[in-house]
């Protein structure tokens, strides 16, 4: 069948032998608290970063169905070309006030949003510390930046300022999750927003995981932030000065060259933040971290570890054939979680990650938890 087809067999047939394998399984409900997958298999939903559960709200959809109508259903350029729509403007308006920042600037994707962010402050003669469970797409940031890439250990405030000291380089950017994305911690922003300014070095904050979810915001010299978690849509923005967000236009590749987001998601977008900074977001935050803390409970009842600062709790349990085990159990029990594998979390801690959302209900939780036990 061909070279690639060669290739793609042999790959394949290793990822197989390491437990490594994915494949995809589409849903056939709207994302929510409870989707079906088979037909007629109807499971509790503990697998999605829908924290406010407003993927599959009406009111958003509505406004992205009117997002279309208005404007139709594409961009059709770069925003640099024609692909600049009077939403995608509002929206970078209501973000920047959101984040009490000057500026903010869409992007397609968290993922794009940090691989225009990193590669367009430092260069080759320049250093960045990462720590060391950062998301995949700030790694792939780093590479693409070319600069010198230190991995600090995990939150290791420490380890990043003996790093800051030691090396020495024309710029210097720390860049870290806020809240990690598979073990649900967060990171130490306060300390390292101080050990950043005492060395003249930057400090990159994702925020993906904490966007909606927690209602402070920490200090941070470029603050990217998902569209697609706790707003329940699509994109991503990085908020900061207007001199941070004008040279982004600039230099963003990812920016520059990929058509832009339609103006009808940036339409569905504004619509969740007026959901998630008005009353109505503030019930459902409370709702989540009621959640958090139920599941937390539940899961020191059973001996395991829970922190509960975040809606997501890590199940690390080794193997990924463990993981795939315990998955497919709770899977016949009525509850999706899926299992977690290399290269998405390092080797050895291969693992189920728990998330929960402000639209589980305490039956949901309680639920989870009776197939947890027995699962395990
Ligand atoms: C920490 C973190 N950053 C960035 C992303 C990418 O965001 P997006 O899904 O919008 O591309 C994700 C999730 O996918 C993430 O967990």
Same mark, same amino acid.
Not at 247 to 275: D, E, G, H, Y
Not at 343 to 356: D, K, Q
């Given at each position: ?17 390491r ?14 608290a409870?989707? $079906? ?6 499971? !509790?939903? @503990? ?33 640099? +070309? ?6 995608q403007?509002?929206?970078?308006? $209501? ?22 962010l990193?590669?367009?402050? +430092? ?11 950062? /998301? ?7 590479? *693409?930046? =070319?600069?010198?890439? $230190?991995?600090?250990p /995990?939150?290791? +405030?420490?380890?990043?300022? /003996? ?9 210097k950017?720390?860049? &870290? ?13 306060? $300390? @390292? ?37 706790? *707003?329940?849509?699509?994109g ?12 982004l ?5 990812? @920016? !520059?060259?990929?058509?832009? @987001? ?12 007026? !959901? ?7 019930? =459902?935050?409370? =709702?989540?971290?009621?959640? +958090? ?21 890590? *199940?690390? *349990?080794? &193997? ?30 291969s ?21 947890? =036990? &027995?699962?395990?």
């Amino acid at each position: 069948m061909g070279v690639a087809d060669d290739i793609a067999r042999v790959e394949l047939d290793a990822l197989r032998a390491r437990g490594l394998l994915r494949a995809l399984e589409p849903l056939r409900s709207p994302a929510g608290a409870e989707i $079906e997958l088979r037909p007629g298999e109807r499971l !509790i939903n @503990l697998s999605s970063n829908d924290y406010l559960g407003l993927a599959g709200d009406a009111r958003i959809a509505a406004a992205l169905a009117e997002g279309a109508a208005r404007w139709g259903a594409g961009a059709a350029a770069s925003r640099l +070309v024609t692909g600049n729509f009077l939403p995608q403007h509002e929206l970078e308006n $209501e973000l920047a006030s959101f984040e009490g920042t000057e500026a903010a600037l869409l992007f397609n994707s968290g993922y794009a949003a940090n691989c225009a962010l990193v590669p367009a402050f +430092v260069g080759p003669e320049d250093l960045v510390l990462s720590d060391a469970l950062n /998301h995949a797409s700030i790694i792939d940031a780093c590479r *693409l930046s =070319r600069a010198r890439v $230190e991995i600090y250990p /995990h939150v290791d +405030v420490g380890a990043a300022e /003996h790093l800051l000291r030691e090396i020495p380089a024309r710029r210097k950017l720390v860049v &870290t999750d806020s809240i990690f994305s598979m073990d649900g911690d967060r990171a130490p922003l306060r $300390e @390292l927003s101080e050990v950043c300014a005492r060395h003249g070095a930057m400090l990159a904050v994702d925020e993906a995981h904490a966007t909606g979810v927690l209602a402070e915001k920490m200090p941070a010299d470029l603050r990217m932030a998902t569209h697609s978690k706790a *707003l329940g849509v699509a994109g991503a923005h990085v908020a900061g000065t207007r001199a941070v967000c004008d040279l982004l236009l600039n230099r963003a590749r990812p @920016l !520059i060259f990929s058509t832009a @987001l339609p103006p009808a998601i940036a339409c569905a977008v504004l619509k969740s933040l007026q !959901i998630v900074r008005g009353p109505e977001g503030d019930g =459902r935050r409370a =709702r989540l971290w009621r959640n +958090v803390a139920r599941f937390a409970e539940g899961l020191r009842s059973l001996g395991l570890p829970a922190r509960a600062n975040s809606p997501i709790f890590p *199940l690390v *349990l080794g &193997t990924p054939d463990k993981a795939l085990g315990v998955a497919s159990r709770l899977r016949e029990l009525g509850v999706l979680a899926k299992a977690i594998r290399p290269p998405t979390v390092p080797a050895g801690t291969s693992r189920i990650r728990f998330a929960l959302t402000a639209a589980h209900t305490d039956a949901h939780v309680d639920a989870a938890f009776s197939a947890l =036990r &027995t699962a395990c």
